[in-house]
Structures are given as C-alpha cells and as structure tokens.
C-alpha cells in the first residue's frame, strides 16, 4: 500500500455518512458488514433515520449485495477510493475474525476520517496508533459510538486537525 497517495485534504462530506471498504469476498469483510448491517445499523437507525452505510469494496457477494436499501448502499468497485473516505463521517471496521494490520484503518486514518473498529479489528497496530483508534465492544456500544460522530461533527474536524499537527 503506497500511503503517500492519501492525503488528508477538505473536501465537504456526508454528516450522515458511514463507511465500511474492503476486498468484499473476504469472509472477515462480509461477516463484518452483515454484522454492522443486521446488529449495529439498526440502533444507529433509531437516532439517526438518515444515517447511510455505505459499503464499498470489489465483488460483493451476494449476501452482502442483499443488504442494500434506501439507507445501505452496496457501491462495489470504485474507482477512487480517497474520495469514498472523505465523504464520510466515520469509517467502520467491525471485524469480528481476522487478523493483522488493516489498510481499510490506516487508510481512513492517514486521510484525517476516524476510526470506529472492534479490538479484533486493531490488534496488529502499534500502541500509539491504537490511541487515535475509537475502539468499541458489542453492537450497541458500537452503534453508540457511530451516533456520537454523526450527531457532533466537530469529533470529525478536531480528527483531522489532530492528524494536521502531525504532518
């Protein structure tokens, strides 16, 4: 992954919008969308009826394809992913199997948009790295920390200035 290529930049975004990417065959991606889709969206729903998930990643399957709606987008492949980024709120990585390092954080994070992830999701980050993470057990912690950001947009403009005084 070149992370050179994502820079943090203004650009208006989606106060409502929420963000999941991934390599969508990948049965640790699409266990986490239908995860997020079935057990946390629908709490975020409650608060926020004009809340999107978008989910954008290559080759969905068809379980995940079934998911779309008027408030879950299934986009596939696009081809700019840094724009997908920074037309969301928040980024999402509900990972419940799985392990390593992934680019789908430390993408959004380079590109100034926050993080919500389970702690399966940032175990193979460094500590200091784990601290900008907002980390969240259980569907309905998640779904709370998901409806902070999108009810305070001021967490997404002190994220990005956080990640300006680092440059």
Same mark, same amino acid.
């Given at each position: 992954?070149n &992370?050179? =290529?994502?820079? /943090?930049?203004?650009?208006?975004?989606?106060?409502?919008?929420i963000i999941?990417?991934?390599?969508?065959p990948y *049965?640790?991606?699409y266990?986490? #969308?239908?995860?997020?889709?079935?057990?946390?969206?629908p709490? #975020?729903?409650?608060e +926020?009826p004009? $809340?999107?998930? *978008?989910?954008?990643?290559?080759?969905?399957p068809m379980? &995940?394809? @079934?998911?779309a709606s =008027?408030n879950i987008?299934v986009t596939?492949?696009?081809?700019?992913i840094?724009?997908?980024?920074?037309? @969301? !709120? #928040?980024? #999402?990585a /509900?990972?419940?199997?799985g $392990?390593?390092?992934l680019? %789908?954080?430390?993408?959004s994070l380079?590109?100034?948009v /926050? &993080? +919500? $992830?389970? /702690? +399966?999701?940032?175990?193979?980050?460094?500590s200091?790295?784990k601290?900008?993470i907002?980390?969240?057990?259980? @569907?309905k912690e998640?779904? %709370?920390?998901?409806?902070?950001?999108? =009810? !305070?947009p001021?967490?997404?403009?002190q994220f990005m200035?956080?990640?300006?005084?680092k440059?």
């Amino acid at each position: 992954m070149n &992370v050179q =290529q994502f820079k /943090p930049e203004r650009l208006e975004y989606d106060i409502n919008r929420i963000i999941f990417t991934g390599n969508m065959p990948y *049965y640790a991606n699409y266990d986490a #969308v239908i995860y997020f889709a079935k057990e946390i969206f629908p709490l #975020v729903l409650m608060e +926020i009826p004009d $809340a999107k998930f *978008y989910i954008v990643g290559q080759n969905p399957p068809m379980r &995940v394809r @079934s998911l779309a709606s =008027q408030n879950i987008i299934v986009t596939g492949f696009v081809q700019d992913i840094i724009t997908e980024y920074l037309k @969301s !709120t #928040v980024n #999402v990585a /509900p990972m419940r199997f799985g $392990a390593g390092t992934l680019n %789908k954080i430390i993408e959004s994070l380079v590109l100034g948009v /926050p &993080v +919500i $992830a389970t /702690p +399966i999701a940032i175990e193979g980050f460094p500590s200091e790295i784990k601290k900008i993470i907002n980390v969240a057990s259980g @569907s309905k912690e998640f779904a %709370k920390q998901v409806i902070r950001f999108l =009810q !305070t947009p001021e967490l997404r403009q002190q994220f990005m200035d956080l990640d300006k005084t680092k440059n």
